[in-house]
């Protein structure tokens, strides 16, 4: 009887994906209320169509592809209408949006080099979204509470991270090369 249930995690991805535009068209209206409720929910999403699949056993190819699609759509969207809206630095759209960009043609390549499966997401990428998503809800909570402080050191932690994610997924993807060249 559960295998009827194992599109769950799919359709939650798929709501996320959904909720992206009224994320990001209340963010350029300046509707910081309606946002962050539409991007908890987002979030919770995230971790729970994950949380799911695995526990009930109900991982499936589509799941693997489509589930980071949408962290990058949300993430990137919300980065950017926010810069877009003077919220954040260009710098820090450039950085997000970058790694973003290159984990996908990353994975990409090696996957039609090595002709291998999605690639699993390692640990300091999840902590990477993790505080992609908190960096961006802080954000909303600036805003709807009208707080004027200053982001910077929260600024250069979350650049830090970023980088750090990127460059641990690249020498990863590197060394999987190398592997699959010498065989």
């Known amino acids: 009887m559960k295998k009827y249930f194992i599109f769950i995690p799919n359709l939650l991805t798929i709501i996320r994906i959904a909720l992206v535009y009224p994320i990001l068209n209340n963010i350029y209206l300046g509707n910081f209320e309606i946002s962050i409720i539409y991007f908890i929910v987002a979030s919770v999403t995230d971790g729970l169509d994950g949380f799911i699949a695995r526990k009930m056993n109900w991982q499936t190819e589509l799941g693997t592809l489509l589930d980071p699609v949408a962290d990058k759509i949300l993430l990137s969207g919300s980065i950017f ?15 997000f949006f970058s790694r973003d960009v290159a984990i996908l043609l990353g994975a ?13 997401p390692n640990l300091l990428g ?43 997924y690249t ?6 090369l190398r592997t699959y060249h010498n065989e």
């Open 81 to 95: 209408i926010l810069w877009l809206n003077q919220f954040i630095p260009f710098y820090i759209f450039v950085i």
């Open 108 to 120: 990409a390549i090696r996957m039609t080099i090595i002709e291998s499966d999605t690639p699993t």
């Open 126 to 168: 999840k902590l990477t979204t993790t505080l992609q998503i908190i960096y961006i809800a802080i954000i909303f909570l600036k805003e709807i509470l009208e707080i004027d402080f200053a982001l910077f050191a929260l600024d250069l932690f979350i650049i830090f991270v970023t980088v750090l994610s990127l460059v641990v």
């Open 171 to 176: 020498y990863n993807w590197i060394k999987d």
